[in-house]
T-cell receptor
């Protein structure tokens, strides 16, 4: 089946630093979504991308839909302690209504 | 704003028992999705429903079944539970099924933590 490769698996940064993570796939996706999940909670939608090349911001978060439609990245600027959590990319293709998730990036922010 | 509601939040069952998980989508959302997330894993798609009809099916065991009711809430029924079924089960909802040309943004509930002993 389709797979999304997300990297890095984990990041340890200092408060105020910028963060970048990305997802790649061997398949084309029509939609890329980025979620944040806190322990024991449901994923929270951060950003949705619908068009190849699209660059979208949500506060300190910026995400882009790759031109090839096979990748996406998420940047977090000026990180703060509440940014701690697991960030998942998710893609939606034309086959079915499911989301395929990346393996997640565990972000730790040291004050 | 109203979010997806799931009940119960926690459930403990013994092997071979049955469990029923309930999901109440965001008001006006007509599509629900079920995902299973094991410890340290990403969510895995199980099944989805649009307008009370199954719209997509993933890696859902035959021991599991689900349906969507006329008020759009959904229930996931799990029978002959196994230790490996212990996981977080998430329901998500969206405004319209992608199959119907609608948006693709899925909003997740808080999950049901199922523990099988």
């Amino acid at each position: 089946g389709q797979q999304l490769n997300q990297s890095p698996q984990s990041m340890f940064i200092q408060e105020g630093e910028d963060v970048s993570m990305n997802c790649t796939s061997s398949s084309i996706f029509n939609t890329w979504l980025w979620y944040k999940q806190d322990p024991g909670e449901g994923p929270v939608l951060l950003i949705a991308l619908y068009k190849a090349g699209e660059l979208t911001s949500n506060g300190r978060l910026t995400a882009q839909f790759g031109i090839t439609r096979k990748d996406s990245f998420l940047n977090i600027s000026a990180s703060i302690p509440s940014d701690v959590g697991i960030y998942f990319c998710a893609g939606h293709s034309t086959s079915g209504s499911r989301l395929t998730f990346g393996e997640g990036t565990q972000l730790t922010v040291n004050p | 704003a109203a979010g997806v509601i799931q009940s119960p939040r926690h459930l403990i069952k013994e092997k071979r028992e049955t469990a029923t998980l309930k999901c109440y989508p965001i008001p006006r959302h007509d599509t629900v999705y079920w995902y299973q997330q094991g410890p340290g894993q990403d969510p895995q798609f199980l099944i989805s429903f649009y307008e009370k009809m199954q719209s997509d099916k993933g890696s859902i065991p035959d021991r599991f079944s689900a349906q969507q009711f006329s008020d759009y809430h959904s229930e996931l029924n799990m029978s002959s539970l196994e230790l490996g079924d212990s996981a977080l089960y998430f329901c998500a909802s969206s405004l319209a099924s992608p199959l119907a040309g609608g948006p693709y943004e899925q909003y997740f509930g808080p999950g049901t933590r199922l523990t099988v002993t």
